[in-house]
């Protein structure tokens, strides 16, 4: 196998964790094209013969196993669009780290748009983290776009973390689930724009199952002249737990505009939305200054401390 | 160590101009002084005017030599000032490990973090990545305030009523803390308090009242005039109230 150069260790460890090939599960696309693979007697990884992306299919009672799928673009111009499919059998237990690090060296777009669809079988539990950087050298945007799929079989269960940290320059997530009877959907979202960025979610969750339940939380902090928009839908359509916050900090001259629905469409349905916005508590401020920070440092340190 | 000269503060209020701190000067080298007196007095006020937290409308203040008047609270900080608060500050995501690094300026090993936390009688192993936020209950937070202030070691700890809030802890506990600190530390303590049991153990009780100072002196001379004054206090505020 070819080693990894520094750039592409240093993508790989800010998305994925990963500073050498991994030794489990796990698909390795670089500029539009596959670089490596690897399955396991469990995992498979196939690509699809119809369009760009692959399917990912763990057996059913897959216990601790990680599959890696990691996406760097270090070309600037490119534009790559991926069909992930997941398959989680059934009592599988499974941790999935997917990722998109861009280095955009020049001055045109550099743009990834992953669709990634989670079929989580019966009484499976999935952990799903996402991260998603950008960097680069020229004036070229960086520009990630993001689609997620879920459908959740009874009894499964699954949690997804995304993190946005910086050098995005556009984003618009989608995220749709749909939950079957005592199936669990808990999604961390955390984001952070600065200069002109703009970063928008929508999730939607149908809450169809009996005592399925959702839990969807963003947190995010708009820098700068950015600007986010967070469109958060739950509809409780049976005996049904749900619950979305968005809790955002704006600085500079950032804006947030958060906008929260839930339908009860179900009187055994239980739903609650929250939202806060607001600038840095002057308190806060004060607490780490008299501590001995500066005011820039305890700027960072509380924002640090709530992407953590 | 810490001198204030004619230091006056007047508040903005919706009703007008409203003077908190009328001309006070007083100067601190004991190690361990009280400041007490009713509520709404300013005793509070002249403790964030030393840490910098409020800026006095006139009037200079000196720590060990040097006018910190213009100072920020940052600039306090590092040459050796340090505040509890009355009510300590919430945060989402910070720990409690992480506050006391800040406090102690560089990361510290967990077993010295766990040794500040046992000290104010918290389970250091339930505490240390706690996030200081509002799953904590106030005596909690009040606790890991203290713990925090021990970390700094400063020259000068400034503590705004300490024992609010921490009834379900036993105040000997806490005399032991501020005992420890004033005489393992080196430092200075100025604690702001309406507890006897406090005041007795103090070298100097300094009487704020309505802006001003009225009383000043060992806790032998202070208490008992101290005292007729709060019955006082305490019925006025029945007969308005």
């Given at each position: 196998m070819k080693p990894l150069s520094a750039l592409e260790k240093q993508l790989l460890s800010t998305i994925a964790d990963i500073e050498t090939i991994p030794t489990g599960a796990f698909n390795i696309r670089e500029d539009g094209k596959l670089k490596q693979r690897n399955t396991t007697a469990n995992i498979d990884i196939v690509s699809k013969q119809d369009k760009q992306g692959i399917d990912i299919i763990v057996k059913?009672?897959?216990?601790?196993?990680?599959?890696?799928?990691?996406?760097?673009?270090t070309k600037t111009g490119l534009t790559d669009l991926v069909y992930n499919d997941f398959y989680i059998g059934e009592n599988a237990d499974v941790l999935i780290v997917a990722g998109c690090g861009i280095h955009n060296p020049g001055c045109q777009t550099a743009q990834h748009d992953g669709i990634h669809t989670f079929h989580v079988g019966k009484n499976a539990k999935v952990k799903y983290l996402e991260r998603h950087y950008g960097e680069g050298d020229g004036n070229g945007e960086n520009v990630l776009n993001p689609t997620t799929v879920i459908e959740i079989d009874e009894g499964g269960y699954l949690?997804?973390?995304?993190?946005?940290?910086?050098?995005?320059?556009?984003?618009v997530r989608v995220t749709n689930a749909v939950l079957k009877d005592k199936a669990t959907l808990v999604i961390r979202e955390k984001v952070m724009t600065h200069?002109?960025?703009?970063?928008?979610t929508h999730f939607t969750v149908d809450l169809n199952g009996e005592d399925s339940s959702a839990h969807v939380v963003s947190r995010s902090v708009a820098k700068d002249d950015s600007h986010q928009?967070?469109?958060?839908?739950v509809n409780g359509n049976n005996k049904c737990n749900g619950h979305t916050e968005c809790d955002a900090i704006i600085m500079n001259n950032g804006t947030v505009s958060a906008i929260p629905r839930i339908n009860a469409n179900c009187v055994d349905a239980s739903l609650i939305h929250e939202a806060a916005i607001g600038k840095i508590a002057g308190e806060q401020l004060v607490k780490l200054m008299s501590l001995g920070l500066t005011e820039k440092q305890a700027e960072e340190e509380i924002v640090n401390g709530f992407l953590k | 160590m810490l001198e204030l000269k004619n230091v006056s503060y007047v508040a903005q209020t919706e009703n007008g101009d409203k003077e908190i701190i009328k001309d006070v000067s007083f100067t601190i080298n004991e190690k361990f002084t009280c400041l007490t007196g009713p509520n709404g007095g300013g005793k509070s006020t002249l403790a964030k005017i030393i840490m910098g937290i409020i800026t006095p409308t006139?009037?200079?203040?000196?720590?060990d030599g040097q006018d910190i008047t213009n100072l920020s609270i940052t600039e306090r900080a590092k040459i050796g000032i340090s505040f509890a608060f009355q009510q300590p500050v919430r945060f989402k995501g910070i720990t409690v490990s992480d506050l006391i690094n800040y406090a102690g300026g560089r990361?510290?090993?967990?077993?010295e973090i766990c040794e500040y936390l046992s000290e104010v009688g918290l389970c250091a192993r339930e505490y240390v990545n706690r996030e200081v936020n509002a799953s904590l209950s106030g005596g909690e937070l009040k606790r890991i305030e203290i713990a925090t202030t021990m970390a700094r070691g400063a020259k000068?700890?400034?503590?705004d009523e300490p024992e609010?809030?921490?009834?379900?802890?036993?105040?000997?506990s806490l005399i032991k803390v501020f005992e420890k600190l004033r005489d393992k530390m080196g430092g200075s303590l100025l604690i702001i308090s309406h507890q006897e049991r406090i005041l007795n153990i103090a070298d100097r009780i300094i009487v704020v009242s309505n802006g001003q100072i009225t009383g000043d002196g060992k806790p032998s001379e202070v208490m008992n005039s101290l005292f007729l004054q709060r019955n006082c206090k305490v019925l006025d505020e029945g007969v308005n109230g």
């Open positions: 059913p009672n897959t216990k601790n196993e990680r599959v890696d799928i990691p996406v760097i673009i949690e997804m973390e995304t993190t946005q940290i910086k050098g995005v320059d556009s984003t200069g002109k960025q703009f970063a928008e928009v967070f469109n958060s839908l | 006139s009037g200079k203040i000196y720590f990361k510290l090993k967990v077993s000068l700890s400034v503590f609010a809030g921490i009834d379900l802890w036993s105040f000997t």
